[in-house]
């Protein structure tokens, strides 16, 4: 038989054990409600656009453009000034999420922005740019390029106000897809493309658009064209559905306008690369994100699948590239940026210019083209 003070003993540790159990449970109770909460608040929040908007825009371009030009076009995916050769992200098997310090962002900016200007394009298509983002210390990165141009373009491809993921989470992003120009354009929209998340993922994802830009052709027999720029940055986290879903809106669009006798020339991070251009050379390693791949079939003929295979236009962000070893059997590279054009434009060059990959995980395209009169 247990004695008065034994059975004292145990009941003060059996309620010290139920105040843990239900300290714990409020401790649970709260985090859930607070996960709750913050879902419910981003829901509430999310970014939902219309499926066709207007862009926004600043300045006026004042060159003209008549069929037999030529000019240059140039895209590059900016990694918004934060994926420089220090960086590694933890989304393509890296740790980083703050990848760079505002004086690393400031001096990535910089080189980028002189890159742009030696490159000497007459359109410049830009995505991952950021407006005011914690991982890139709030700098409007577009604004600050559209102070060297006539005119520039802009829609968002992710604005979430909080990011929660992963720990610590990434925070507020606001960026997109940007051009730049000193031609005449005329009208500037936003086309939103399919989302392949579904709630809770979506509200924390990127919505990803088309950003379509014009420019009126003027022709010797008054004929009514218009040169058809479509910038885009193609889904990259998901299973392959998006990619393909998103392609195939590209393909309609596109093929609407070459049927109203338009110059069609879309460009940037498909995140996919051509079938029809060789890739052998940097070759997929074992356990890396997986690009996927557009057939030219997919397009069906009177298009222009074209990509420099001679630099790679992407590395891997699974660890910094300063200090890696740069073999193509021991580092990920990708041909990723290029460019789809209707076959009533003729490519005169196409160059990636090998920047070696100092101030964002992407290399410039660089093409020269010239419209059919």
């Not at 993921?165 to 992003?173: E, F, R, T």
């Not at 014009?214 to 299973?239: F, M």
Request: contains cysteine; hydrophobic residues 40%.
């Amino acid at each position: 038989m247990k004695t008065k003070k034994e059975k004292k003993i145990k009941s003060k540790g059996a309620r010290v054990v139920l105040g843990i159990l239900k300290t714990l449970l409020v401790l649970v109770l709260v985090a859930v409600l607070g996960v709750a909460g913050l879902f419910g608040w981003l829901t509430v929040v999310e970014y939902n656009p219309d499926t066709v908007t207007d862009a926004e825009t600043d300045g006026a371009g004042t060159r003209s453009v008549s069929e037999g030009d030529t000019m240059r076009i140039v895209t590059w995916n900016l990694g918004y000034g934060a994926l420089g050769d220090n960086a590694d992200f933890f989304m393509d098997g890296g740790k980083g999420v703050q990848t760079a310090t505002k004086e690393r962002v400031a001096e990535n900016l910089d080189a980028i922005g002189e890159g742009i200007e030696a490159l000497d394009g007459d359109i410049v298509f830009v995505q991952e740019i950021d407006r005011n983002s914690r991982r890139s210390y709030h700098i409007d990165e577009y604004e600050s390029f559209a102070q060297n141009w006539d005119y520039a373009a802009f829609a968002y491809n992710y604005n979430v106000k909080f990011v929660p993921i992963p720990i610590p989470p990434m925070g507020k992003v606001e960026s997109g897809v940007a051009v730049y120009t000193d031609l005449d354009l005329g009208q500037a929209q936003r086309i939103q493309l399919p989302c392949p998340f579904s709630w809770p993922l979506r509200v924390g994802n990127l919505k990803r658009c088309l950003l379509v830009t014009r420019i009126p052709v003027q022709t010797e027999d008054g004929t009514e064209k218009e040169l058809v720029l479509i910038n885009l940055h193609l889904e990259a986290y998901d299973s392959g559905e998006g990619k393909i879903a998103q392609t195939n809106q590209l393909r309609e669009l596109m093929n609407s306008e070459r049927e109203k006798g338009n110059y069609v020339i879309a460009g940037g991070d498909f995140n996919q690369t051509f079938m029809n251009v060789d890739a052998g050379m940097y070759p997929e390693l074992e356990g890396m994100w997986h690009c996927g791949a557009i057939a030219p079939e997919d397009f069906g003929d009177g298009w222009q699948l074209v990509m420099d295979n001679t630099v790679p236009t992407c590395r891997s962000l699974d660890r910094p590239y300063a200090g890696a070893d740069h073999d193509p059997a021991q580092f990920q590279y990708y041909l990723i940026d290029g460019f789809i054009l209707s076959d009533n434009i003729e490519v005169l060059n196409l160059q990636t210019v090998d920047n070696g990959f100092v101030a964002t995980d992407h290399n410039p395209v660089v093409l020269d083209f010239k419209l059919a009169d």
